[in-house]
């Protein structure tokens, strides 16, 4: 039989279902009448994503209650057993106590609005001057060839290393005090906001300038947004270091601050003074971290990933 007798059989059209294009177009699975009920009741029950968040929310102060009941039974077995000396560790109910009479001398706030003040005036200067020089190292790579061997000179040189300069230098008063702050604050967002800069994805760079974006909406648009999750990172670290920084000027020339409380319970030999200072540091401290995750969940919630998001339950 010759071959071109031999007839192919027509193949059958694709129905509406088997279509790629068509099924891209297929309308969204139409909601039964009981989802909106299921819906409300999830968000009763806290069962959904908002749900969940504020179960884990309410359980984010218990360490701090396990924490402080281990150190008060701990402390209060030590009284009967007499490991070592109680006043060396005063159980936490005892610290209230000598806190509160503390708080009404006005001591305790004086200290806290120092602190404060000069924790945020020196972060906020170091935080910006290192955004400001990282800008100007990304733009220009002549001046970042001169300038990174000096940083890496100075940069791991402590902070309680150029306090006595300092002191030598600026005298006792505050400005001392804010400058060393603000330099343990600048090296650390420095290096991350300028590596920040540096992990910009080429292409990204390249889209937007063949959409005929202009250097600086490039810059602007791309590069700025790209490297502010590397300065928040900075950001954090330099709060912890901010704070050794504010502690060890306070114990070497101040009037006030926690760390002026510490030395004065020091040369007194008032042990429970030494742990209420040493736990405002610590409270002072998550306070300011606290405002600080804040402001990255603000400015970074476009941001999704980990496997949270990865897997959805």
Do not use: C
Not at 4 to 26: D, G, M, R, T, V
Not at 40 to 66: D, E, F, I
Not at 186 to 209: E, H, M, Y
Not at 216 to 235: D, H, K, T
């Amino acid at each position: 039989m010759p071959i071109a007798a031999i007839e192919k059989p027509e193949a059958e059209p694709a129905s509406a279902a088997e279509s790629p294009a068509l099924k891209l177009a297929a309308p969204a699975r139409r909601r039964k009448p009981g989802d909106a009920a299921k819906t409300a009741k999830a968000g009763r029950t806290g069962t959904g994503k908002a749900g969940k968040a504020m179960a884990r929310s309410r359980w984010n102060g218990l360490p701090y209650v396990l924490f402080f009941v281990v150190w008060e039974a701990f402390s209060r077995l030590n009284e009967q057993l007499a490991l070592f000396n109680p006043l060396f560790l005063p159980a936490p109910t005892t610290l209230l106590s000598d806190g509160w009479d503390l708080a009404k001398t006005g001591v305790i706030v004086d200290s806290l609005v120092s602190s404060s003040v000069r924790i945020a005036l020196g972060f906020a200067f170091g935080a910006f001057f290192a955004v400001l020089l990282a800008v100007l190292l990304s733009k220009f790579q002549r001046l970042e060839r001169w300038f990174a061997p000096v940083l890496t000179l100075v940069s791991p040189i402590p902070a309680l290393a150029l306090l006595p300069l300092f002191i030598i230098w600026f005298g006792i008063g505050e400005f001392p005090k804010v400058l060393l702050i603000a330099w343990t604050t600048f090296v650390p967002v420095l290096a991350n906001t300028l590596d920040g800069f540096k992990s910009v994805p080429s292409t990204l760079i390249r889209s937007a300038l063949s959409l005929g974006a202009s250097e600086r909406q490039v810059f602007a648009r791309v590069m700025i947004p790209s490297a502010v999750p590397n300065l928040l990172i900075g950001a954090h670290i330099s709060l912890g270091l901010s704070f050794s920084a504010l502690i060890v000027a306070e114990m070497m020339g101040a009037d006030s601050g926690l760390g002026y409380i510490i030395v004065d319970a020091r040369n007194y030999f008032k042990i429970t003074n030494m742990f209420v200072a040493i736990i405002l540091i610590g409270i002072e401290y998550s306070l300011f971290s606290a405002l600080l995750k804040l402001l990255e969940r603000r400015v970074l919630a476009w941001r999704k990933g980990g496997m949270s998001d990865a897997i959805e339950k």
